[in-house]
């Protein structure tokens, strides 16, 4: 990344973590490594980042053998909490831990704001 891209992303990331509900926000490359996160000090970004980038590329692949396209976004629901994976672009995927008590909905249409600002600035550099 040039030397300015990753002050301009770990600004839109901590901006993003302050909405109500968000443990945890991650920007991984494609391929799982951590470009930028706001994470508590429990949560390790660098496996977060792995992990949800296998489920993306599983989802991917699954998506084009079935429906010929790709995987806009997976959810993964727990007990507590709930991961989401967004595509943010060609080269980088936005990763959310949020608790129990979000709305999804609203949340969605953050994470498409979000998503977006990320591809932007990536596909800038």
């Not at 799982?32 to 994470?39: A, P, T």
């Not at 980042?49 to 998506?63: E, K, P, T, V, Y």
């Not at 977006?116 to 932007?120: F, K, L, S, Y």
């Given at each position: 990344m040039i030397d300015g891209t990753f002050p301009k992303l770990t600004e839109l990331l901590i901006?993003?973590?302050?909405?109500?509900?968000i443990e945890a926000v991650v920007?991984?490359?494609r391929n799982?490594?951590?470009?930028?996160?706001?994470?508590p000090p429990k949560v390790n970004p660098d496996t977060l980042?792995?992990?949800?980038?296998?489920?993306?590329?599983?989802?991917?692949?699954?998506?084009k053998n079935i429906?010929?396209?790709t995987a806009d976004r997976v959810v993964i629901e727990?007990?507590?909490?709930?991961?989401?994976?967004?595509?943010?672009?060609?080269k980088a995927l936005l990763i959310v831990l949020t608790g129990e008590k979000s709305a999804l909905g609203p949340l969605?249409?953050?994470l498409k704001i979000l998503s977006?600002?990320?591809?932007?600035l990536l596909e800038s550099d």
């Open positions: 901006g993003f973590n302050t909405i109500k509900n920007v991984a490359s799982g490594i951590n470009m930028g996160s706001s994470v980042a792995a992990m949800c980038s296998a489920l993306q590329n599983a989802a991917d692949f699954l998506m429906k010929n396209s727990c007990e507590r909490d709930k991961i989401i994976i967004v595509n943010a672009g060609e969605f249409m953050e977006r600002q990320v591809r932007e």
